[in-house]
């Protein structure tokens, strides 16, 4: 399959600004010349399954939805999520956060919240029933990453609002074949592989590995990791079954969140200081079995996948009192997570071009948890030279459990009708069946115990209905409007942190509005992609001053967002992306520390108003190559009531290498300009924010034999 345009696009509301909007946003984009990505020249061709389940079309799919091929990530260097995503228009994912260094945050439509959005690996929602697991998520051996918008489809049940992230890796028996190994600064080296396997009767197999052990400025934090994917199908008679198995050990040493004091950070601690315990750690291991079958039948192809995922976390940390008086309280946590998933769905074709997807899915969480806190177990200084002492030699003055059982469940139902070659229109409703069970206890010294047990059963339909229509076409050129309404609702996340929270919440419910255009000109060598869109949050979960979490707000995303590229040559590309974003707080009673301030009207916490994106890709099959991406992200607040400002920032990567038949060597730079600005905060306290990583510099060589 081939790996297609850049398809971009723009999301917002139809406002009275919204035309306006709209041409400043359009207007950006042609004047940043951002940036490039391949080097094929391509119609809107991109196939995607996200939205449908079964390959279509992008410029079909009334949404507005991003394909970026694995051939541009690994031109790219691209190994996370936070480079994946790097030239989408609207969306961040900023490195790091309180899931670790090797995690990311990512935030679309101007909402920057760890669990809104769905991540999903071969069809299986990554991180089941809890958060995305963006720690083990792993792009070596990528075919294609696909980025829709907004809400879930209806196949994927209660789990997105305002994204999802949909990796896809070769199907057993193709690879990309090839291996590579980098060094970096910090004593930092990488290495993967990716490679079919020999093939045994009807069996197919392919492998992909790779490791990374990555340095930074703050001596005392790291990223140890290693996976190890493997997928295998095999024909009989007219079905196939598939096997995914894939094992992920992650060994990160975390930094320390800098505090935020007044109206900007505290100037009293040192950028990279560390006063985590001596021996902190947010290590994970992580072992995942997926079988899939498929067979045609007299109605159509039925499809079955089921997956359970078992993860194995230990996480030491400590966080400083936002006192600054140098007081730290330190956790030591134990925790089993195990993530079931199902899904068995059958497409009919019963009329001329049009498709029904019926079919129904469990997702099933199990997560205990034991934490042992350590209360202002210790003082540190704040110029950072002391070395806290190890976490088993911090008195515990807390001891807490957890133990959740989830389940969502659903029956669900999708019709896309193609009425001749203009039309198309998808529409589809699911059922949601959510059950949990929620187990508690806190024994605080001297002894004085507390503890929960709460059940909470939740049934409630969701819908989606969008349109597309073809205005014009005329060989590889066309444009095509789409719009499309949504609404989804998604059960509390479960807060796996060191305070006591008993309490089920209710469940978070968003309904979104979509309206856009997309096509291309020029023989297809031009594409582009634009939308408004708008999104109205209700029981929207925040943290309390006591540290627990509570239903208290609302929110109102809107926006307008637009992706363009153009392939002048086979060999050159460019690409660009700019968005305006309005999301904005509708009712939350914000605790400043004295008393409650009502922040209705105000701009949430890190969303910009503005975010661009630009660059080049110059990669000939031989010979001299170069990329290079730039990103603006605007000024932001760090507190509800928007009294504390930090201005925008822009970073810049850049590769430059030279190709040598099957081997090429490149020199990669990430964050060139060594921007460290605030770029996620933490749940363990609204006044902590993680900064964005150094700038980091490598050598690598890539060897292909495909």
Known sequence: MRTKNWVARIDAESSKRSTKLLGHAVYGCLFLAPLSL??????????????????EPADQIPAAISVVSGKELRERGATGMASALSLLSGVEAPPGGDAGPSSAVPSFWGLHEFDAFLLVVDGVPWGGAYNPSITTLDLTDVERVE??????????????????????????????????????NYGSVRGSASLVLPQIGNYRQSIAIDGQDVGYPDPRERVVDQRVLYRGALDVESGKF?????VT???????????????????????????NPADARVDEDQYHLA??????????????????????????RAFLHPDLSGSADSQNQRRYIGDGYFDSHLSIGFLPDTTLIVGADALYGHGRQTTLNGNSGYTVTLDGAMLPPPISSIPVTEIGSVDDHRLFAGQYAQVDWKLGARWDLIGGIR?????????????????????????????????????????????????????????AFKPAAIDFGPDFTPNLLSPETTRS???????????????????????????????????ALANAAGEQLKGVEAEMRYQVTNEVGLAGSASYHDASFTKYLFFDGLSDVDVAGRRLTLSPHVLASGGLLYAPSRGLFASAVARYVGRRFLDPPNKAAVGGYSTFDANLGYGFGRVRLTLEGVNLSNQRPPVTSSEFGSQSFYLLPARMTWIRIRYSWA
Do not use: C
């Open 242 to 246: 598939t096997l995914d198995a894939d």
């Open 513 to 547: 509005y979509e309206l856009g255009v997309k096509g291309a000109v020029r023989d297809g060598h031009f594409s582009y992609q634009a939308a408004l869109f708008q999104l109205n949050f209700q029981n929207l979960v925040v943290r309390t001053d006591s540290g």
């Open 147 to 184: 980025v829709l918008k907004g809400a879930a489809p209806v196949m994927y049940g209660a789990t997105s609002f305002v994204g999802v992230v949909h990796a896809i890796h070769y199907p057993a028996g193709e690879a990309a074949n090839e291996a590579d190994w980098a060094y970096g």
């Open 249 to 275: 050990r992650i060994r990160d040493l975390p930094p320390s969140p800098v505090l935020r004091a007044g109206t900007g950070l505290t100037s009293l601690t040192p950028i990279d200081a560390n006063f």
């Open 431 to 487: 059922l949601n069946e959510a059950y949990e069970h929620k187990k508690t206890s806190d024994l605080v010294l001297p002894p004085q115990l507390a503890v929960g047990d709460e059940r909470k059963t939740m049934i409630r339909p969701t819908e989606t209905v969008g349109v597309s229509y073809r205005a014009w076409s005329a060989g590889k050129n066309e444009v095509v409007v789409f719009a499309d309404v949504r609404n």
């Open 38 to 55: 391949r080097a094929e020249i391509s119609a809107v061709e991109d196939i995607v399954v996200t939205a449908t389940r079964v390959p």
């Open 291 to 316: 079988l899939g079958y498929s067979q045609p039948t007299s109605l159509g192809i039925w499809e079955s996948r089921i997956s359970y995922a078992y993860s194995d976390i230990a996480d030491d």
